[in-house]
T-cell receptor
Framework: DAGITQSPRYKITETGRQVTLMCHQT?????MFWYRQDLGHGLRLIYY???????DKGEVPDGYVVSRSKTENFPLTLESATRSQTSVYFC????????FGPGTRLTVT | QKEVEQNSGPLSVPEGAIASLNCTYS??????FFWYRQYSGKSPELIMS????GDKEDGRFTAQLNKASQYVSLLIRDSQPSDSATYLC?????????FGAGTRLTVKP
């Protein structure tokens, strides 16, 4: 089906472990985004990408790494997970209007 | 001053009433404006976009934009309990989407 998907939907990991969240879109949108959403902070942009091999930092990039080797995929890696990275992560894609994936609920213990 | 401001609510209206949600933004370069609906535990869902001054109607929803006042609003007519959600205002400046913190709407039967 067309759209934007994220995997896994739920993840529990331990402090210090590396975790990769996957995002895949079938619209061939140029732009892709990663947000985290926490109570009291709303949506905060982590990283975004304007095209394959072009990425840029958002508001809260520390502790995260992204890559975009293909237009349709935009993985987000937490290199050494910390408890403060417990959050709900949303991927989005756009040409102008942004469309969100279903989210990944990550818990770091 | 936050770039996109919304009243956090909660806003409570009776079923059948008009719900009025408001948003102000600070960047006069803002080019496009969006309203998202987010149910608890779900991802944001685009419900309206507006690009020029005036009103735009889509079913029970009307978006209003006043660029001179840097103000965008969403009216929901004949509110239903299923409209109970958090509504996010978003403003696009050169593909940099900025979100408000959201207004929580409750429609009481």
């Amino acid at each position: 089906d067309a759209g934007i998907t994220q995997s896994p939907r739920y993840k529990i990991t331990e402090t210090g472990r590396q975790v990769t969240l996957m995002c895949h879109q079938t619209w061939s949108h140029s732009y892709m985004f990663w947000y985290r959403q926490d109570l009291g902070h709303g949506l905060r942009l982590i990283y975004y990408s304007a095209a394959a091999d072009i990425t840029d930092k958002g508001e809260v990039p520390d502790g995260y790494v992204v890559s975009r080797s293909k237009t349709e995929n935009f993985p987000l890696t937490l290199e050494s997970a910390t408890r403060s990275q417990t959050s709900v992560y949303f991927c989005a894609s756009s040409q102008d209007e942004q469309y969100f994936g279903p989210g990944t609920r990550l818990t770091v213990t | 001053q936050k770039e996109v401001e919304q009243n956090s609510g909660p806003l409570s209206v009776p079923e059948g009433a008009i719900a009025s949600l408001n948003c102000t933004y600070s960047d006069r370069g803002s080019q496009s404006f969006f309203w998202y609906r987010q149910y608890s535990g779900k991802s944001p869902e685009l419900i309206m976009s507006i690009y020029s001054n005036g009103d735009k109607e889509d079913g029970r929803f009307t978006a209003q934009l006043n660029k001179a006042s840097q103000y965008v609003s969403l009216l929901i007519r004949d509110s239903q309990p299923s409209d109970s959600a958090t509504y996010l205002c978003a403003v696009n400046v050169d593909n940099d989407m900025r979100f408000g913190a959201g207004t929580r709407l409750t429609v009481k039967p």
